[in-house]
């Protein structure tokens, strides 16, 4: 099997979940033990067979292989039909005894099969299914019909409770058939949407059948078991009842007690008056009486009271069980009780009972007490008053649902985000002991961090330290965008393409769909390319050792595929789309023959080192070995450089490194995320709690009664525990379908590429399972322990009373729940400001209007200067200048320059690039002193004022001053430039350099000045005039703007965050607050309609029960303004340019909390002041 080939979406996911659980209760349908096992098989039979034909379908859309025919799987179905009828027929007559003419019934489905077997030959499809769904809505019409033939047929003897009885019986069929309909809609579409709905169609129709009422059933007719006279069937009733315990059932009656023992309800009612000359009141009574005199003298009931004692003997109230109990022992159950204690009468002289057994073995106890020990019956019992209370109270459990599902939906999210950031690198055979070398460069008191190293660093190592086991470098093409491939006739450009050593793959795990990480790399012109690249190129083909020729700035290559990889086997760090071996006469060969020590650092390199190895000892020997081989170069350079070890694993989530070559992500911000998830689910927590506490009084008889009837506080702790992990798995249910419907939009936001496509995958069911755990957890820990704390004396005598305690921790959690909310408002606006800042900000040059278009090859190189001249004449183009790089670039040309007279060891280091004399022109830079370049200017440069400041130069004596660098390579300044941002806000403004660049090969891009309003129509034109001089070669440009915006991806990720999830985060406060407001107005209804009497108006209604409420509104604000205050002012410490905090930034939140606080509040309060008093009052 090939799993490799498989894809599951979240919409598979939720429908492999939905399935499982249909299955888990369909199975428990059919192996429950009960006295309607044999008729529930027939049910569960069919339902299997409903949903294998949903799990077929899910098992070919993941692509998994199936081994049955379509038609044998939809005609496997026209079983279901008659097995429908036989479970009614079962059902209302428990004694019916099935042979052999009832199998007549599945002939159909014999005949189905092969006439379907015949058409498959032809065709098959939705067609096939019209007879599976007529067969199913016959054979459901037959059993409504035989329900309703016995329905008619008891009504002569139990009048109306037949039908009534069997109502539940009758809506499981209506159930059924719509299934069906939805069934047959769905297959003759192809609309999958409709499948998770009919698995918890079934679910729910295993579930109503489990909760449905035992004594629904009208007494099947009389079974011959006795044949003696009426003593015998006496003395058998007797030992019946002490055998089977019957009385213990509160709801026994004439009728259920007739089906149990299998006789007719006219025979039991005869044994009993005949032969036992009793009513049937009173010989169950006798049994129940008994039954609590035994347990009074047994020491193992002493933990219950006389109430408890009654109803666990099978009296369903206080009152009946004293009269009744009085009336056959002459005394009232407390006096029996002293007496018991006191004496034993005379005529009662016989071995005490026995006290309680102590079970040594677990498996003994079910013989003992089904009833008292059946957790399944607690489970039901559980289950049934949760969703009685939940449906009660629909308006309450729907904000607790909707808060609970949204506040999943964000935390579920954010946690999938950040563990996809984290999986970066760890998919690789060896990344727990793969490192990467990174630099620290010193000079004049600055540190250079760099996430690369000099070229021949790495291969020392493996030859110096027998702690690395292998080494490979990386080198991106730098200055070099996109690279033209050639097959055959075919052409395609493409970017991303790395230079490796020949080890590349003995380090790095990837997925070969084509060739082996083995023969990657024997031949020495060899390139790997990524799938995409290859289907493009080859189509279907097979790529492996096919020659192809890339065309770039470096001239033309040819090179030999050698395999084809993907990106199945996880996310990485190193981006690339073409894999070239580093060849030492050929591609990348002057890396292979580089022996600087102290410059040169631009190759990321990678060393393996053995599991045994200790890394911080080999970092130790670092130093000495880079001064074995660099200590020349180092002096007379003057820079101080050490190297360190970087774990794989930590590559992208550790910012603070120049060059790196991928897309970082803070670890601070994850955690700023983690942090952010963790507090919007806790408000969706808060909602639960305070709802949950707010209306335990409605529930502090239910809490009363139970610890009665012997409850313990355990046992309404797991009760109320387990309603919170119902609504949480509830609300990760709904999170669920509503995530893969946002995923498109969240993705955008954080510009990840998150897919529920795990299948099998382990985590995805811890974080679900935990998100599951925490939430009812956190949601239902305090309401559980706080109403299974309440005394049972006091609430139900009615004396029950919120506490004072209670009440301060909910008005604390609603403040908790807004210093989020406020925090988050205040996060929005700053982080708006600042965007707008850097937006707005003079940055020293003309960012707007610019446009960039980039020659890939030679050849295209060679037409630079005519394009430009062709361009120049479109209406709209103010000025062209020729660069070899733009600002807002990730990496520029850098090296070390000093003055005449200086030390070279003290050269400042300067970043530049090569442009002409229309350059500050077209970037509107501006002069401080000197001169601008000219054509013929050549070994001139412009520096700016930072470079200036840095060498000592005053402005007025700088032009004409001549710069020295290594390699005996001067430059003569022409001017000074003012300072002007060339990278992000983030940076200080560094020292740059602008060097004339006399010949074609030094440039690569032509920027474009212009001045229109049409843009559309200006690149349109602009593309003909490119394809008149490069007709082969697409039309390839770009904005600076867009470029300069780049460099802020993580801020405006982190705004676009914020602010998504500030809603939902409002949202789920203002849902709490809407339920707590709700509440307060139901519990004031009366004080409410008493000073609407007395002449309150509405205003000051609403003013009564908005004020408590925005008061925490006001104290949140107190709470919230100095703690957004600190985090915001350490994420603005990231910029070197950034805007001021100031008061109305705070006040702008703190009113808009208030705006959100008494809208919310507003619709309840006026709801509640506008009713009529009179409903209120019409009872007082």
């Known amino acids: 099997m090939n799993f490799n080939a498989s894809y599951i979406s979240l919409y598979d996911l939720l429908l492999c979940g939905m399935l499982s659980v249909a299955l888990a209760f369909t199975g428990l349908l059919g192996f429950a033990q009960g006295t309607h096992r ?95 769904w007529g067969s199913a809505m016959l054979y459901l019409f037959l059993a409504y019909r035989q329900l309703q033939d016995h329905c008619r047929q008891q009504a002569l003897v139990l009048m109306d409770r037949s039908r009534l009885k069997f109502r539940w019986l009758r809506r499981l069929l209506a159930v059924m058939a719509l299934w069906w309909c939805l069934w047959l809609v769905s297959i003759n579409t192809g609309w999958m949407s409709f499948y998770p709905f009919l698995a918890v ?40 009842m002490r055998a089977g315990r019957y009385h213990q059932d509160p709801q026994l009656t004439l009728t259920s007690l007739a089906e149990k023992l299998g006789l007719s309800t006219h025979e039991l009612s005869r044994i009993i008056n005949s032969g036992l000359k009793k009513s049937f009141p009173e010989f169950i009574n006798g049994y129940r009486v008994a039954e609590v005199i035994r347990k009074m003298r047994d020491p193992a009931y002493d933990r219950l009271n006389l109430a408890g004692i009654a109803y666990d003997s099978g009296f369903s109230s206080k009152s009946t069980f004293h009269r009744i109990f009085k009336d056959l022992t002459g005394k009232s159950p407390a006096d029996y009780k002293d007496g018991q204690e006191k004496e034993l009468p005379v005529y009662k002289l016989r071995p005490g009972a026995l006290p309680g057994a102590v079970f040594l073995r677990q498996e003994t106890i079910s013989k003992w007490s089904d009833n008292k020990l059946n957790r ?51 998919h690789h055979k060896d990344a727990a002991t793969i490192y990467r070398v990174t630099t620290s460069l010193g000079h004049t008191g600055d540190v250079n961090n760099m996430a690369t190293a000099s070229p021949p660093i790495a291969p020392a190592m493996k030859y110096d330290f027998p702690e690395v086991q292998q080494y490979t470098r990386v080198i991106p093409t730098l200055g070099i965008s996109e690279h033209l491939l050639s097959y055959q006739d075919k052409a395609i450009y493409e970017q991303g393409a790395i230079m490796v050593d020949s080890t590349f793959f003995k380090v790095f795990t990837y997925h070969f769909t084509q ?15 990524l799938k995409p690249v290859a289907d493009k190129l080859f189509g279907s083909a097979d790529p492996v050792g096919k020659v192809i020729t890339i065309d770039d700035a470096d001239g033309k290559n040819i090179f030999k595929v050698t395999g084809v990889v993907d990106e199945s086997a996880g996310k990485s760090q190193i981006k690339a789309n073409l894999f070239i071996r580093l060849n030492k006469n050929g591609y990348g060969g002057g890396i292979l023959t580089n022996n600087s020590w102290a410059g040169n650092n631009f190759t990321e ?60 992500v803070s670890t601070s911000f994850l955690y700023v995320l983690i942090l952010i998830a963790v507090l919007i689910q806790l408000i969706a927590c808060i909602n639960f709690m305070n709802l949950s506490t707010a209306r335990a009084s409605q529930r502090a008889k239910e809490v009363g009664v139970r610890k009665v009837i012997g409850a313990g506080k355990y046992d309404l702790i797991t009760q109320f525990l387990g309603e919170s992990f119902l609504l949480s798995f509830i609300g990760v249910l ?55 704390a309440f005394k049972a ?33 205040t996060g929005v606006i700053i982080i708006y400001s600042q965007l707008n800042y850097i937006k707005n900000r003079d940055l020293g040059f003309d960012k707007d209007q610019q446009i960039i278009l980039t020659f890939h090859t030679n050849d295209t190189k060679s037409k630079m200067n005519a394009l430009a001249t062709g361009l120049g004449q479109l209406a709209g ?48 830079l501006k002069l401080a002193a000197g001169r601008n370049l000219m054509a013929g200017d050549s070994g001139k440069v412009l520096i700016n004022e930072a470079l200036a400041k840095r060498l000592s130069l005053a402005p007025e004596k700088a032009p004409g001053v001549t710069l020295f660098s290594d390699g005996d390579r001067k430059f003569q300044v022409a001017g000074i430039v003012k300072d002007f941002n060339f990278r992000s806000l983030h940076d200080n403004i560094d020292p740059f350099m602008i060097i004339y660049a006399p010949k074609a090969q030094e440039v690569d891009k032509l920027i474009l000045n212009t001045d229109t309003k049409d843009y559309a129509a200006f690149l349109a034109k602009a593309g003909q005039v490119w394809h008149q001089y490069l007709p082969q070669t697409p039309f390839d440009y770009t904005f600076m703007n867009d470029r300069m915006q780049s460099a802020y991806e993580n801020d405006i990720v982190l705004s676009q965050i914020i602010n998504s999830f500030t809603l939902i985060a409002i949202l789920i406060s203002c849902l709490g607050l809407f339920g707590l407001t709700a509440f307060s107005a139901e519990q004031r209804n009366k004080e409410i309609g008493i000073r609407k009497v007395l002449g309150a108006s509405v205003s000051g209604i609403v003013r009564l029960l908005s004020k408590d409420f925005l008061r925490l509104v006001l104290i949140a604000f107190v709470i919230a303004a100095p703690l957004a205050w600190w985090a915001m002012s350490r994420w603005l410490q990231g910029f070197v340019y950034r805007v001021g905090i100031s008061w109305w930034m705070f006040a702008l939140a703190a009113a808009a909390a208030l705006v959100i606080a008494v809208l919310t509040v507003s619709v309840q309060a006026v709801k509640a002041a506008v009713a009529n008093p009179v409903k209120s009052l019409r009872s007082e």
């Open 376 to 426: 399944n019956f607690m489970f039901r019992n559980y289950l049934k008053v949760s969703l009685r209370f939940l449906l009660k109270n629909r308006f309450f459990s729907l904000l607790n649902i909707t808060g609970l599902a949204a506040g999943t939906l964000c935390c579920l999210y954010i946690l999938l985000y950040v563990q996809d950031q984290y999986s970066y690198d760890r």
């Open 38 to 132: 044999p008729a529930n098989r027939f049910l569960a039979l069919a339902l299997f067979l409903m949903l294998f034909r949903i799990a077929r379908q899910l098992v070919l859309t993941i692509r998994l292989p199936d081994f049955l025919p379509e038609w044998l799987a939809v005609f496997a179905l026209l079983s279901s039909g008659p097995l429908s009828y036989f479970y009614v027929r079962k059902t209302i007559r428990p004694v019916y005894r099935f042979g052999r003419k009832d199998l007549l019934h599945l002939s159909p489905v014999l005949a189905g099969l092969g006439t379907c077997y015949l058409q498959s030959i032809h065709s098959s499809g939705p067609v096939a299914a019209l007879p599976v």
């Open 605 to 664: 390199s990678y060393v393996r080192l053995r599991a045994d190895a200790n890394v911080s000892a080999l970092e130790k020997k670092l130093p000495a070995f880079l001064n074995k081989y660099g200590a020349d170069q180092l002096k007379s350079s003057g820079m101080s450089k050490s190297l360190h070890l970087q774990p794989l694993t930590s590559v992208h989530t550790t910012p603070g490194y120049n060059a790196e070559s991928g897309k970082i």
């Open 734 to 788: 709904i999170a669920l379908p509503l995530l893969w419907l946002a995923l498109p939009y969240l993705n955008q936001i954080t510009q990840a590429s998150i897919r529920l496509s795990f299948f099998g995958d382990v985590r995805l069911l811890l974080l679900l399972g935990g998100l599951v755990l925490f939430t009812g957890l956190a949601a239902g820990g305090y309401p559980a322990f706080y109403m299974s």
């Open 201 to 240: 169609m079934v679910t729910g129709i295993a579930l109503a059948v489990h909760l449905r009422p035992h004594d629904a059933l009208t007494a099947p007719a009389a079974k011959p078991v006795l044949r003696a006279e009426s003593r015998s069937k006496a003395i058998w009733l007797k030992q019946e």
């Open 793 to 825: 004396i006091k609430v139900i005598k009615g004396n029950f009373t919120s506490q004072f305690s209670t009440q301060v921790l909910r008005r604390s959690l609603v403040v908790f729940q807004f210093v989020i909310s406020i925090i988050l408002i």
């Open 515 to 529: 060739g082996s990480p083995e023969n990657a790399f024997t031949d020495v012109n060899s390139i790997v390319l």
């Open 877 to 924: 183009v103010r000025s062209i200048s020729r660069v070899s790089n733009t600002f807002g670039a990730e990496h520029y040309f850098d090296w070390g320059v000093y003055l005449s007279g200086m030390n070279p060891a003290e050269a400042v280091d300067q970043q530049n690039l090569y442009a002409d004399e229309h350059f500050v022109q077209t970037m509107g």
